[in-house]
């Protein structure tokens, strides 16, 4: 168990649909990170949030959002689900101390949208 | 901008053979980082090591070694010995800050290992 929990585990939606990932991150971690793995793309980052604030952004849709609230959970938002959001969504967080910026991952939400 | 490359998208050893995984990545930065990650078949990414750019000394942890090479910009991980449950997708990535982000992920290479 790394620490950082992830639910749901196995999602199944239709198009069109908004679903909502959530994440714990690991005791004592401020940083959340998502990832976004499908099949063609690799692991494609998507957004960080340390305590609270959005840190930094990557190749995150305008459908998509997230946040992370003042007990450091997050979570993913996706919004108007197209066939190709069909992917596995990590979680990671981290301490953010100097040097310290291993990223531990959660076991990722899988999303199937049919 | 930074990139990592791991050239091969598949490789296929028999139990007890020795595999190196290749790891090639691009930064303008002096100081950065290097991971390397597994994602067995159940899926969750599972770290297992890091390397600071002013540390070019080699590796061993068991049956795992990591060869790092400024000159070459490389980062190579080798598994001595293979065993099946080594099979899995494994991850090289870069980080150029200290506090973690800009986190970049090579393709991964997807290691079959045949008893």
């Known amino acids: 168990d790394s620490g950082v929990t992830q639910t749901p585990k196995h999602l199944i939606t239709a198009t069109g649909q908004r679903v909502t990932l959530r994440c714990s991150p690991r005791s004592g971690d401020l940083s959340v990170y998502w990832y976004q793995q499908s099949l063609d793309q690799g692991l494609q980052f998507l957004i960080q949030y340390y305590n609270g604030e959005e840190r930094a952004k990557g190749n995150i849709l305008e459908r998509f959002s997230a946040q992370q609230f003042p007990d450091l959970h997050s979570e993913l938002n996706l919004s108007s689900l197209e066939l190709g959001d069909s992917a596995l969504y990590f979680c990671?967080?981290?301490?953010?101390?100097?040097?310290?910026?291993?990223?531990?991952f959660g076991a990722g939400s899988r999303l199937t949208v049919l | 901008a930074q990139k990592v490359t791991q050239a091969q998208t598949e490789i296929s050893v028999v139990e007890k053979e020795d595999v190196t995984l290749d790891c090639v990545y691009e930064t303008r930065d002096t100081t950065y980082y290097l991971f390397w990650y597994k994602q067995p078949p159940s899926g969750e990414l599972v770290f297992l090591i890091r390397r600071n750019s002013f540390d070019e000394q080699n590796e061993i942890s068991g049956r795992y070694s990591w060869n790092f090479q400024k000159s070459t910009s490389s980062f190579n991980f080798t598994i001595t010995a293979s065993q099946v449950v080594d099979s899995a997708v494994y991850f090289c990535?870069?980080?150029?800050?200290?506090?973690?982000?800009?986190?970049?992920f090579g393709p991964g290479t997807r290691l079959s290992v045949l008893p």
């Open positions: 990535a870069l980080s150029a800050d200290n506090y973690g982000q800009n986190f970049v």
């Open positions: 990671a967080s981290s301490v953010e101390r100097p040097g310290a910026n291993v990223l531990t």
